[in-house]
Antibody
């Protein structure tokens, strides 16, 4: 069973950047689509973007376009989320999630990474 | 962007009773609808995809139905481990994939 293991919690200042990683433990990596989804405290789920390593393709929600970059390192089976110009409203748990047969439904999730943006 | 609306926001149910959760899409998503369960401090987990197909390992008391804009998740006999928050998600039109705001199923 594939597992997605994310990097640890981060505390950042407003205006700074953060990079969160998500490593797939085993199994096929490149042919799947990997997404990032975030959840602000006590709130719902917000899709942020996706990368398909084998196609070198990414797509992002328009709301975060320009501040978010998702990359994949096939040599280490790791996905990265880079986010710039952080604001207090970016405080959230960030999850990576694999798409089930690249359908758009997410069958494997990372454990989540808490990012706190505070001065 | 497709807006997903779940109702009710909170559902109070006694163990052993049936729970019915609703999800409505602002436009048709066909059968491209998933349901997730999230327990406190945990990541969501996939319950249902394709509106009605249970994910691997999901017990038969969970069932999904609907197509187009109206969907339902039914939990036939609530167990203690089922008290959680449930989200629906459309994956028909992107970007972005969109989620409902969630329904919390609590013990009555």
């Amino acid at each position: 069973q594939v597992q997605l293991v994310q990097s640890g919690a981060e505390v950042k200042k407003p205006g700074s950047s953060v990079k969160v990683s998500c490593k797939a433990s085993k199994g096929t990596f490149s042919t799947y689509a990997f997404n990032w989804v975030r959840q602000a405290p006590g709130q719902g789920l917000e899709w942020m973007g996706v990368v398909i390593p084998i196609l070198s393709t990414t797509n992002y929600t328009q709301r975060l376009q320009g501040r978010v970059t998702i990359t994949a390192d096939e040599s280490t089976s790791t996905i990265y989320l880079d986010m710039t110009s952080l604001r207090s409203e970016d405080t959230a748990v960030y999850y990576c999630a694999r798409e089930f047969t690249n359908s758009g439904a997410f069958d494997i999730w990372g454990q989540g990474t808490m990012v706190t943006v505070s001065s | 962007e497709i807006v997903m609306t779940q109702s009710p926001a909170t559902l109070s149910v006694s163990p052993g009773e049936r729970a019915i959760l609703s999800c409505r899409a602002s436009q048709s998503v066909g059968s491209n609808l998933a349901w997730y369960q999230q327990k406190p401090g945990q990541a969501p987990s996939l319950l249902i995809y394709g509106a009605s197909t249970r994910a691997i390992g999901i017990p038969g008391r969970f069932s999904g139905s609907g197509s187009g804009t109206e969907f339902t998740l039914t939990i036939s006999s609530l167990q203690s481990e089922d008290f959680a928050v449930y989200f629906c998600q459309q994956y028909n039109n992107w970007p972005p994939w969109t989620f409902g705001q969630g329904t919390k199923v609590e013990i009555k």
